[in-house]
């Protein structure tokens, strides 16, 4: 190969290697409230010329941790998102003050100002010039609590809950208030309770997309064991924030 075919060739590995498409920025962080450290990890490519971004950030179930959220990070990064996996208080790596057992009732103490984690990422967040939107995917209790963050945080622009087995009453009636998208997604079993929940959904709210999964597979699980949801999600969110 001569002089001016290995200049072409390292001229195009080096503009393949330097692709915005390819370079990510990759970042521990750790919020701080009540006492607790809140583990999470961002996933951002990396742009120039001020260009921002929208944010997905994603919280664990009961019992569950970010590390579920692993391969929708990657795909939410591929289509040009941010995101923020985050370990709630007493999961994942967030258990400095304690490690929730659904084993045991005292336990379940923990869950209580789950709201207060979600409110400070979600303002973290909005305090960043980086991002242009958010959105928050929660699931299991979480779906609750990220309804709950919003009276101290602000609406995110976009939500999905997945199988929000706690939503309550309340937080049902201000789904069409708060004028924000919202996807609620359970599988086929659950459950019984989960029946009344999402039928008052379907009776309440005018503008929030219900869907039914099949199988049996509770909250952040319906994403590993049908990963052609993920794309679903994914295509939703750009259809909402992009």
């Known amino acids: 190969m001569n002089l001016y075919k290995r ?3 390292f001229l195009i590995a080096l503009m393949w290697l330097t692709s915005p498409a390819l370079a990510e920025q990759r970042e521990k962080r750790t919020f701080y409230v009540d006492g607790w450290h809140i583990k999470a990890d961002l996933l951002s490519p990396t742009v120039k010329n001020n260009v921002k971004l929208p944010m997905v950030i994603l919280l664990n179930k009961a019992a569950g941790d970010r590390k579920a959220y692993s391969d929708l990070a990657r795909r939410l990064f591929d289509k040009g998102f941010a995101s ?13 003050q304690g490690h929730f057992d659904p084993k045991s009732r005292d336990s379940f103490k923990i869950l209580e100002g789950t709201y207060k984690d979600i409110s400070i990422v979600t303002q973290w967040v909005h305090g960043n010039s980086k991002y242009n939107a958010v959105a928050i995917i929660g699931a299991s209790y979480s779906g609750e609590h990220m309804m709950l963050a919003a009276q101290t945080s602000g ?61 049996g597979s509770h909250a952040s699980d319906m994403l590993i064991d049908n990963p052609a949801l993920e794309d679903e999600l994914i295509a939703w969110l750009i259809l909402k924030l992009k």
Do not use: C, M, Q
């Open 155 to 215: 609406y995110a622009d976009a939500y999905i809950a997945l199988s929000p087995g706690s939503f309550s009453d309340a937080s049902i009636d201000k789904v069409d208030a708060s004028r924000k998208p919202w996807f609620f997604l359970r599988s086929e079993v659950e459950l019984p309770f989960f029946d009344e929940i999402f039928a008052k959904l379907g009776e309440k709210s005018k503008t929030a997309k219900i869907k039914i999964v099949e199988g």
């Open 7 to 9: 200049l072409v060739v």
């Open 84 to 96: 923020l996996r985050v370990d709630l208080r007493g999961h994942g790596e967030s258990i400095n």
